[in-house]
Antibody, heavy 120, light 107 residues
Framework: EVQLLESGGGLVQPGGSLRLSCAAS????????ISWLRQAPGKGLEWVST????????YYADSVQGRFSISRDNSKNTVYLQVNSLRIEDTAVYYC?????????????WGQGTVVTVSS | EIVLTQSPGTLSLSPGERATLSCRAS???????LAWYQQKAGQAPRLLIY???SRATGIPDRFSGTGSGTDFTLIISRLEPEDFAVYYC????????FGQGTEVEIK
């Protein structure tokens, strides 16, 4: 079964950091574009960042540019999101998702999400 | 940034009725790079439609998508109890953006 599993969320103070992980199983993640998305409590979906299969190209939403960094280790079938300088407004469920096909497509597989809470 | 505007915000319908959801883009989406997702409370979104009109794997044929350019529609022909949820459109023509969502609630 094709699956994505996020981990690494938690409670962190403003200005703090976390590293989120997205582990893939049931498919070759090294051939897939993977993205991170988030959903603040009671709000809609927001795209955060995308990385291409090799890891050469990365993209970020303006709201996280310069604070978040996406990377991947294809030997571990895992994509990471390093989140730094966290703000209250970064509180959300963070999902990873894969594109249905390359180069860019709809998100056909989603993880269950990991919760990031930024609070003092 | 491409802005997607969904309407209505909330749709109150009964099981068996037809639901029509709208998504309008601030600029034309070439190749109809638009998707629809369903999200139930506490769950991750599920892909319903990609390429504006193609159903994703395992999606019942009561779900259909139409449209091109800037105007897109998701139709649920006969609402089943499990269809009451929030629906989002999303463009992948230029990076990725989502509409604000339409809640389909039981009347």
């Amino acid at each position: 079964e094709v699956q994505l599993l996020e981990s690494g969320g938690g409670l962190v103070q403003p200005g703090g950091s976390l590293r989120l992980s997205c582990a893939a199983s049931g498919f070759t993640s090294s051939s897939s574009v993977i993205s991170w998305l988030r959903q603040a409590p009671g709000k809609g979906l927001e795209w955060v960042s995308t990385i291409d299969p090799i890891g050469d190209r990365t993209y970020y939403a303006d709201s996280v540019q310069g604070r978040f960094s996406i990377s991947r280790d294809n030997s571990k079938n895992t994509v990471y999101l390093q989140v730094n300088s966290l703000r209250i407004e970064d509180t959300a469920v963070y999902y990873c998702a894969k594109d249905r096909s390359n180069p860019y497509d709809a998100f056909d597989v989603w993880g269950q999400g990991t919760v990031v809470t930024v609070s003092s | 940034e491409i802005v997607l505007t969904q309407s209505p915000g909330t749709l109150s319908l009964s099981p068996g009725e037809r639901a029509t959801l709208s998504c309008r883009a601030s600029q034309s989406l070439s190749s109809s790079n638009l998707a629809w997702y369903q999200q139930k409370a506490g769950q991750a979104p599920r892909l319903l439609i990609y390429g504006a009109s193609s159903r994703a794997t395992g999606i019942p044929d009561r779900f259909s998508g139409t449209g091109s350019g800037t105007d897109f529609t998701l139709i649920i022909s006969r609402l089943e109890p499990e269809d009451f949820a929030v629906y989002y459109c999303q463009q992948y023509h230029n990076f990725r953006t989502f509409g604000q969502g339409t809640e389909v609630e039981i009347k």
